[in-house]
């Protein structure tokens, strides 16, 4: 146990920068699919397109390397600059690959949760007069969300373990992983001790979140 | 019959008078010049910044020699990991997936810890893990398949056993949604046959279970084979690090990088494709795709779904019926275990 | 029942899999009593290299080619074997200990720094050269020409190498550390303007810059030595003693001056040019 309390503190740096990485992303990604789900069922068939073309090649592509895009595409080739300091730089980074990504997992469950809404929910809103856009913002997806809210746990917490791989893929930052991966490659802990405790760290931040959205999609659940 | 499916023939918007063609035509260019300005600014930075549309920098992917020293053995070893390690999940997947429904708490109890674990854990953690452990756990994993010669933990096991492990692990969620949505009158007609639990299982249950739930393990193989590309941090020779290879010899990171996400999409989405008309063929045989566990907290299946899983095998392309059960009151939305309508 | 077939078809795969998976990974040299010993009697070798090192070993569709790879191809040669005959294996840095401990290959020549810790598990022959850390920086950048400039700098390093620690930590620079992938990341994050120096063993650096002659510039202020050493399985003495014998004819022939003018002369590396003293070998 030692060899977990010796290195608090690079366990507490490693996982902060982990539960940042989350969060923002996770805000972002969510405000993506959301959109790009309006435009999958907007009625303008270009924009249907397009949302589909970015879902299915962003969706197919390893994450290492949409990371590795952001990287030294974005990052490098693009010179696109978020901030002076190289950590809040490569973080800026980050999270512009990991909601680019999970935006297309959003949008898919979004879309699921759009196919069990009964089409006669938008008959009538549409009887009543209401827009594309009144129809979507007000009917349809507050009816998907609640729906999907079981899902949309599951893709949050699926962005929670996918921050690891932003320790690499030419972006370096210095999350959990990487501090436990530091700590094997000093040789001065023990190896079984120290993964153990960086697992119990991603229970801890996975465990509760999913029974929050499981309480969360029961209360909201709609009666049909 | 559901939304998305109308939303060609306009359930969330009336058929377009005049006024709205026009309007949509608008729409349309403006989405059009976006793209354009997108599509020029990228092409642009790429060209004024190390000149990344310079002929020398792509012309090594038209050589043979590229693609038979580098592409060709990556992917092969790439195809290899995931198909060694789908092997592995599978039979860990229903060992696993069976030991949760076990009548034994001794055995129902570990085998969900077990699941549940390694469901939490980033799977980069594990093959860091693999690795650091390599001597000891190749010692243990000899003993314990009792082999005749030394398991020697590389890059390529490590990759196999972190894969294993956690897709794995999301299969036993699988396969155990698949058995639960299995309906209950088929057990109890073998069990009433005589037939022992053993046999219930393995010659009524599973059976069913892996035919429907063979596109969301199709889909899990998927997100299989893109992670295995985490192999590269750990130099496993597969697809990307070959092309990372090739961008150190032949100073092209971005152009390889590209020319690898097309081929790692094509691979995907073929198999996506694959379980897109497996789901078709079942639905056009009467039987309802089942969706595995995505309300966490309702029941076990709490800790992590991976990003794939969830989402992807609930969506159905737009012409198949609808998957789920719409005039069911389950609580927990389209994704829930047992959710689909088995028709037995 | 065709699940069932499914079944059995998936169990014969799992067994297949397992018995094929690993049958790859043994061999070896177990029933020789030395690395020497298998040379002599089967005038082959398997020597492990890195793939992604320009200028040291760098995989080509026509096999690695580099410093350490004309090193170790003239010292097997020394040792009986002929080119043809050496069968190339990629070792990155996190498997050379792993490899030679597990017989998977007889000889390593990785830039493979000897160190003590190493010298429990493996043994080492040479060092066959003494490489120092460095930095390099783009060449129009005027502003760093010593490892006290880095103050502040963004500065690039592989992830799971030191050579960043050795300026933050031991030298106390503030430098702002951007960990990449790899060196060819480091390297590109370079040529973009990203980071602003790299800093890695200078012969690594030199690799490198000879790809891409005129762009970037050498610091050629060395601070930290590593010796290159060829690892070997614990306890060879024999294999370590002909080793040492053959790098110190590589070095009196000449033969190591011209491989290093080969892969480094065009650059402004300012390589050792004369043998370095050999580690003692282990005790017999």
Same mark, same amino acid.
């Given at each position: 146990?030692?060899?977990?309390?010796?290195?608090?503190?690079?366990?507490?740096?490693?996982?902060?920068?982990?539960?940042?990485?989350?969060?923002?992303?996770?805000?972002?990604?969510?405000?993506?699919?959301?959109?790009?789900?309006?435009?999958?069922?907007?009625?303008?068939?270009?924009?249907?397109?397009?949302?589909?073309?970015?879902?299915?090649?962003?969706?197919?592509?390893?994450?290492?390397?949409?990371?590795?895009?952001?990287?030294?595409?974005?990052?490098?080739?693009?010179?696109?600059?978020?901030?002076?300091?190289?950590?809040?730089?490569?973080?800026?980074?980050?999270?512009?690959?990991?909601?680019?990504?999970?935006?297309?997992?959003?949008? @898919?469950?979004?879309?699921?949760?759009?196919?069990?809404?009964?089409?006669?929910?938008?008959?009538?809103?549409?009887?009543?007069?209401?827009?594309?856009?009144?129809?979507?913002?007000?009917?349809?997806?507050?009816?998907?969300?609640?729906?999907?809210?079981?899902?949309?746990?599951?893709?949050?917490?699926?962005?929670?373990?996918?921050?690891?791989?932003?320790?690499?893929?030419?972006?370096?930052?210095?999350?959990?992983?990487?501090?436990?991966?530091?700590?094997?490659?000093?040789?001065?802990?023990?190896?079984?001790?120290?993964?153990?405790?960086?697992?119990?760290?991603?229970?801890?931040?996975?465990?509760?979140?999913?029974?929050?959205?499981?309480?969360?999609?029961?209360?909201?659940?709609?009666?049909? | 019959?559901?939304?998305?499916?109308?939303?060609?023939?306009?359930?969330?918007?009336?058929?377009?008078?005049?006024?709205?063609?026009?309007?949509?035509?608008?729409?349309?260019?403006?989405?059009?010049?976006?793209?354009?300005?997108?599509?020029?600014?990228?092409?642009?930075?790429?060209?004024?910044?190390?000149?990344?549309?310079?002929?020398?920098?792509?012309?090594?992917?038209?050589?043979?020699?590229?693609?038979?020293?580098?592409?060709?053995?990556?992917?092969?070893?790439?195809?290899?990991? =995931?198909?060694?390690?789908?092997?592995?999940?599978?039979?860990?997947?229903?060992?696993?997936?069976?030991?949760?429904?076990?009548?034994?708490?001794?055995?129902?109890?570990? =085998?969900?810890?077990?699941?549940?674990?390694?469901?939490?854990?980033?799977?980069?953690?594990?093959?860091?893990?693999?690795?650091?452990?390599?001597?000891?756990?190749?010692?243990?994993?000899?003993?314990?398949?009792?082999?005749?010669?030394?398991?020697?933990?590389?890059?390529?096991?490590?990759?196999?056993?972190?894969?294993?492990?956690?897709?794995?692990?999301?299969?036993?969620?699988?396969?155990?949604?698949?058995?639960?949505?299995?309906?209950?009158?088929?057990?109890?007609?073998?069990?009433?046959?005589?037939?022992?639990?053993?046999?219930?299982?393995?010659?009524?249950?599973?059976?069913?279970?892996?035919?429907?739930?063979?596109?969301?393990?199709?889909?899990?193989?998927?997100?299989?084979?893109?992670?295995?590309?985490?192999?590269?941090?750990?130099?496993?020779?597969?697809?990307?690090?070959?092309?990372?290879?090739?961008?150190?010899?032949?100073?092209?990171?971005?152009?390889?990088?590209?020319?690898?996400?097309?081929?790692?999409?094509?691979?995907?989405?073929?198999?996506?494709?694959?379980?897109?008309?497996?789901?078709?063929?079942?639905?056009?045989?009467?039987?309802?795709?089942?969706?595995?566990? =995505?309300?966490?907290?309702?029941?076990?299946?709490?800790?992590?779904?991976?990003?794939?899983?969830?989402?992807?095998?609930?969506?159905?392309?737009?012409?198949?019926?609808?998957?789920?059960?719409?005039?069911?009151?389950?609580?927990?939305?389209?994704?829930?275990?047992?959710?689909?309508?088995?028709?037995? | 029942?065709?699940?069932?077939?499914?079944?059995?078809?998936? $169990?014969?795969?799992?067994? $297949?899999?397992?018995?094929?998976?690993?049958?790859?990974?043994?061999?070896?040299?177990?029933?020789?009593?030395?690395?020497?010993?298998?040379? @002599?009697?089967?005038?082959?070798?398997?020597?492990?290299?890195?793939?992604?090192?320009?200028?040291?070993?760098?995989?080509?569709?026509?096999?690695?080619?580099?410093?350490?790879?004309?090193?170790?191809?003239?010292?097997?040669?020394?040792?009986?074997?002929?080119?043809?005959?050496?069968?190339?294996?990629?070792?990155?840095?996190?498997?050379?200990?792993?490899?030679?401990?597990?017989?998977?290959?007889?000889?390593?020549?990785?830039?493979?720094?000897?160190?003590?810790?190493?010298?429990?598990?493996?043994?080492?022959?040479?060092?066959?050269?003494?490489?120092?850390?460095?930095?390099?920086?783009?060449?129009?950048?005027?502003?760093?020409?010593?490892? @006290?400039?880095?103050?502040?700098?963004?500065?690039?390093?592989?992830?799971?190498?030191?050579? =960043?620690?050795?300026?933050?930590?031991?030298?106390?620079?503030?430098?702002?550390?951007?960990?990449?992938?790899?060196?060819?990341?480091?390297?590109?994050?370079?040529?973009?303007?990203?980071?602003?120096?790299?800093?890695?063993?200078?012969?690594?650096?030199?690799?490198?810059?000879?790809?891409?002659?005129?762009?970037?510039?050498?610091?050629?202020?060395?601070?930290?030595?590593?010796?290159?050493?060829?690892?070997?399985?614990?306890?060879?003495?024999?294999?370590?003693?002909?080793?040492?014998?053959?790098?110190?004819?590589?070095?009196?022939?000449?033969?190591?001056?011209?491989?290093?003018?080969?892969?480094?002369?065009?650059?402004?590396?300012?390589?050792?040019?004369?043998?370095?003293?050999?580690?003692?070998?282990?005790?017999?």
């Amino acid at each position: 146990m030692d060899d977990i309390f010796n290195n608090l503190d690079s366990f507490v740096d490693g996982f902060s920068w982990t539960i940042r990485l989350t969060l923002v992303s996770a805000a972002f990604a969510f405000a993506i699919g959301v959109l790009l789900t309006a435009m999958r069922v907007s009625p303008v068939p270009l924009l249907r397109a397009s949302a589909t073309v970015y879902v299915e090649t962003i969706r197919n592509t390893p994450l290492t390397l949409v990371l590795l895009f952001c990287g030294l595409g974005l990052g490098n080739t693009m010179q696109l600059q978020f901030s002076d300091r190289v950590e809040w730089d490569v973080f800026w980074l980050a999270v512009v690959g990991l909601s680019a990504y999970t935006a297309c997992f959003v949008a @898919e469950s979004l879309r699921a949760g759009i196919n069990t809404i009964p089409f006669g929910q938008a008959e009538a809103a549409r009887s009543l007069g209401l827009t594309f856009g009144q129809n979507l913002r007000l009917i349809v997806l507050p009816q998907a969300l609640r729906t999907v809210i079981g899902p949309l746990g599951s893709v949050f917490i699926a962005l929670t373990k996918n921050t690891t791989v932003a320790s690499v893929a030419g972006l370096g930052v210095q999350e959990a992983s990487r501090e436990m991966r530091l700590l094997f490659d000093q040789g001065q802990t023990d190896v079984l001790v120290v993964f153990i405790g960086f697992a119990i760290g991603f229970i801890i931040l996975t465990l509760p979140v999913g029974y929050f959205f499981g309480w969360l999609s029961k209360r909201l659940a709609v009666a049909r | 019959m559901n939304l998305l499916q109308q939303s060609q023939a306009s359930v969330l918007f009336d058929a377009p008078g005049p006024k709205a063609r026009a309007r949509y035509t608008v729409y349309s260019v403006i989405t059009i010049a976006a793209l354009i300005a997108l599509l020029a600014w990228v092409v642009i930075q790429f060209d004024r910044r190390g000149d990344q549309w310079a002929a020398e920098k792509w012309t090594p992917f038209l050589q043979p020699e590229t693609w038979t020293a580098f592409i060709l053995p990556g992917m092969a070893n790439t195809l290899g990991a =995931a198909a060694v390690a789908t092997v592995f999940a599978l039979v860990f997947g229903v060992i696993f997936g069976i030991g949760r429904l076990s009548d034994h708490a001794w055995v129902r109890v570990p =085998a969900g810890m077990v699941v549940e674990f390694f469901r939490a854990i980033p799977l980069l953690m594990l093959i860091f893990f693999t690795m650091a452990i390599g001597g000891p756990l190749g010692q243990a994993l000899t003993f314990v398949f009792a082999v005749p010669f030394r398991i020697v933990v590389d890059p390529f096991t490590a990759v196999v056993i972190g894969l294993t492990l956690y897709n794995g692990s999301v299969l036993a969620e699988i396969f155990r949604a698949g058995i639960n949505a299995v309906p209950k009158g088929q057990s109890e007609a073998a069990y009433s046959l005589g037939m022992r639990k053993s046999q219930v299982m393995r010659l009524v249950l599973l059976p069913q279970a892996v035919t429907t739930m063979m596109p969301a393990i199709i889909m899990q193989l998927v997100v299989l084979l893109k992670d295995s590309a985490l192999g590269y941090i750990v130099a496993f020779p597969e697809m990307l690090r070959a092309f990372t290879l090739i961008a150190t010899g032949e100073q092209n990171v971005i152009p390889a990088a590209m020319v690898c996400a097309v081929i790692y999409i094509a691979i995907n989405l073929s198999l996506t494709r694959l379980a897109i008309w497996l789901e078709r063929r079942n639905a056009r045989r009467g039987r309802a795709t089942a969706h595995v566990g =995505a309300a966490p907290g309702v029941d076990a299946a709490v800790a992590a779904v991976p990003a794939a899983s969830v989402p992807t095998p609930s969506v159905q392309p737009d012409d198949t019926p609808e998957p789920v059960d719409r005039d069911g009151t389950d609580p927990a939305g389209p994704d829930a275990p047992g959710g689909g309508r088995p028709a037995g | 029942m065709r699940v069932r077939r499914i079944g059995a078809i998936t $169990a014969a795969a799992a067994a $297949a899999t397992l018995v094929l998976s690993s049958c790859g990974l043994v061999g070896g040299s177990a029933e020789y009593e030395s690395i020497l010993q298998k040379a @002599e009697e089967t005038g082959t070798l398997v020597i492990g290299v890195k793939y992604d090192q320009p200028g040291l070993g760098l995989e080509t569709p026509e096999g690695p080619v580099g410093f350490d790879v004309d090193v170790a191809t003239y010292v097997a040669g020394q040792l009986g074997v002929t080119p043809e005959n050496i069968e190339w294996v990629e070792t990155a840095s996190s498997n050379r200990e792993p490899f030679l401990e597990q017989g998977q290959v007889d000889l390593v020549f990785a830039t493979y720094s000897i160190t003590e810790e190493r010298q429990d598990i493996v043994s080492f022959g040479g060092p066959y050269y003494v490489a120092q850390q460095d930095i390099l920086v783009a060449a129009d950048n005027n502003d760093i020409n010593s490892p @006290e400039d880095l103050a502040d700098q963004p500065l690039c390093s592989a992830s799971g190498s030191r050579s =960043a620690e050795t300026i933050t930590e031991t030298m106390e620079i503030p430098a702002q550390l951007r960990e990449a992938g790899n060196y060819s990341e480091c390297i590109e994050l370079l040529s973009g303007g990203s980071v602003a120096a790299v800093t890695t063993d200078n012969i690594i650096l030199a690799g490198f810059a000879a790809q891409r002659p005129g762009e970037l510039r050498m610091l050629n202020q060395p601070f930290q030595e590593e010796r290159y050493g060829v690892g070997m399985p614990h306890g060879d003495t024999e294999t370590c003693e002909a080793v040492n014998a053959a790098i110190a004819q590589m070095w009196e022939d000449g033969s190591a001056a011209e491989f290093l003018e080969n892969h480094f002369g065009e650059t402004d590396f300012a390589y050792a040019e004369e043998q370095p003293d050999f580690e003692p070998c282990p005790a017999a």
